[in-house]
């Protein structure tokens, strides 16, 4: 424990109290967001005249994707807590950490939590106006694709704007996150 913290809580996705809330938010967008997508993608360019494989670039691509949207949350967490963060896969995700003893605030937590969605989907979004119909129907379908992922980012967003600014957090192993609440005596 840090010195002059109290600690306020904890956010982990295995910990029972949470484990329904984060992993039914995961189910609630990818069902959302992701399969009704797909499909609905592949409908319309199956029906334009495309073959269906035309969807195996998405599947392709998932693996790289995923590893960049990590390498964004570490990025972030290698600015605020200026050490190198601990990036791995454990299966079927890649992660992003704090390295050990570090702790940032909770305001640099949520920038780096949001980071990867703002940043890919702002590019997307703004490509999209660049490009044929075609391009912009892909587009679309992997700014839907990379949100419904996102899930995990969003909760601990949410976790995050539970608690006051003057928060601080650390990650304690693989699976949980520790909040301190920094003493202003």
């Known amino acids: 424990m840090m010195i002059g913290t109290n600690v306020v809580d904890r956010f982990s996705h295995w910990d029972p109290r949470n484990k329904r809330v984060a992993h039914g938010l ?23 005249g495309y073959s269906s494989y035309i969807a ?9 994707a995923m590893f960049l949207h990590e ?14 963060p601990q990036l791995g896969f454990k299966f079927p995700f890649a992660f992003s950490k704090l390295g050990p003893n570090v702790s940032i605030s909770r305001n640099q937590g949520i920038l780096s939590a949001l980071s990867p969605f ?12 660049f ?14 694709l990379h949100t419904s992922t996102c899930g995990g980012d969003f909760h601990l967003t949410h976790w995050l704007l539970r608690h006051p600014s003057n928060t601080r957090l650390r990650v304690e192993d693989m699976n949980t996150v520790m909040f301190y609440e920094q003493n202003t005596s």
Do not use: C, D, E
């Open 26 to 48: 995961g189910i609630v967008i990818a069902s959302a967001l992701l399969i009704p997508t797909m499909f609905v993608a592949l409908w319309i360019l199956i029906h334009a």
């Open 56 to 64: 195996l670039p998405f599947f392709l691509l998932a693996i790289p």
């Open 71 to 84: 390498l964004i949350h570490a990025v972030f967490q290698w600015l605020f807590g200026k050490q190198r």
């Open 118 to 129: 703002l940043l890919i989907t702002s590019i997307l979004v703004v490509t999209a106006f």
């Open 131 to 144: 490009v044929n119909p075609l391009a912009q129907v892909a587009l679309i379908i992997v700014v839907y």
